[in-house]
């Protein structure tokens, strides 16, 4: 069992955008993000290759958040969703289809290392829902 909460945080992916380093987290301000602009649960049951390019921008988006927290913290506290940082320009303005193929194993990789990982004692754990 995790003793604190960081290690319960989310893990990064570092990924390069624009020739600048940055790093993507899916924590709930990400999900929070995400169900504001897309169908989160049918965009989270979808194959990645039947993501479209919208879906992509707003994952990459919201997986950026925490990485410009200082700047988002208020507007992530008045649910300001359209003043994040980086903008969905700024995102647009470094994407091609050649680097989406590649950011979109990133974003998968990174959501996959957002989900809690089981401590193993899941036995223990039915037997007392029981």
Known sequence: MANTLRE???????ISLGGKEMYLRYNLNARRYLEEYVDYDNLMNKETEDWTTEEIIHLLRAGLIDCY????EKALDNRD???LKP???FIGRYLTEESLIALTSQILDAIIKSMPVSSGDTENF???AE
């Open 87 to 89: 903008s969905m320009s």
């Open 81 to 83: 969703f359209s003043s």
């Open 126 to 128: 039915i037997q007392a």
């Open 8 to 14: 319960l945080e989310p893990l990064k992916v570092n």
């Open 69 to 72: 927290y200082e700047e988002n």
